[in-house]
């Protein structure tokens, strides 16, 4: 097969002196409530060859699951309001500097624990240190996507948290297609394995390696997955 990677993205990466292929495999657009296990059979399976990874994307698997809150559902109070002010705000949207964000930290974990990641996060960015807000909020706040239309314009108003389960529901596809996989939550600015298949035997240091230029793009390429082969 022809390997492709989406514009600006390579082919190849070295891994430990290890050389690796990566296909950007194109999907449809994935909506709340479709099966996971039915993607991998239509979009991978066919791909697939004893000894390939596969790296999906967190965010399709956590709509699969409908790990998905709505905008109407959080009702933005006086806190939320105020604190985004005093938060980061990325170009990209993705912060807490979003009010409808920032309230869903606070409905999550509590205002207490926001306050206190507020205070401690503003004190430390005096010297340098940045991300111990998310940090003290946890992982299900930081991993929060959505909220924005700067890509998607069915994302506005719907948040998607992180999957449940994403060791399990890599083991579930390898049991059931017989495929080793991982799930990963990568963009430009930083790359994370949240979850991989029980028979995978790199070490999460060479997981990352993999996608460390984050592969599946920014953008609208509607490539959730990629297949990741070691190079003969």
Not at 59 to 74: G, Y
Not at 154 to 168: F, H, L, M, T, V
Request: with cysteine; charged share 25%; glycine share 10%.
């Amino acid at each position: 097969m022809e390997f492709v990677a989406n514009e600006g993205k390579n082919v190849e990466i070295e891994v430990n002196g290890v050389t690796y292929m990566r296909h950007a495999i194109k999907t449809h657009f994935v909506r709340q409530g479709e099966d996971y296990i039915e993607i991998f059979r239509q979009y991978a399976l066919p791909l697939y060859e004893p000894g390939d990874i596969v790296s999906s994307s967190e965010k399709i698997i956590a709509l699969c699951q409908n790990r998905v809150v709505r905008r109407d559902e959080l009702k933005v109070g006086f806190w939320a309001k105020l604190l985004s002010k005093f938060a980061s705000h990325p170009d990209t949207g993705v912060g807490v500097g979003e009010t409808i964000k920032m309230q869903y930290a606070i409905t999550k974990v509590g205002l207490p624990r926001v306050l206190w990641a507020s205070l401690a996060g503003g004190v430390c960015k005096l010297f340098g240190k940045r991300g111990v807000f998310y940090e003290i909020v946890g992982a299900d706040v930081a991993g929060l996507d959505g909220f924005y239309d700067h890509v998607w314009e069915e994302y506005r108003d719907i948040g998607i948290e992180n999957p449940a389960n994403p060791s399990g529901v890599c083991d579930e596809i390898r049991e059931k297609l017989g495929m080793s996989c991982m799930i990963v939550d990568a963009n430009d600015l930083g790359q994370e394995v949240l979850g991989y298949s029980s028979d995978i035997t790199l070490s999460l240091e060479e997981l990352l390696g993999l996608i460390s230029d984050n592969p599946c793009g920014q953008g609208q390429q509607t490539t959730p997955l990629i297949l990741i082969r070691k190079k003969k």
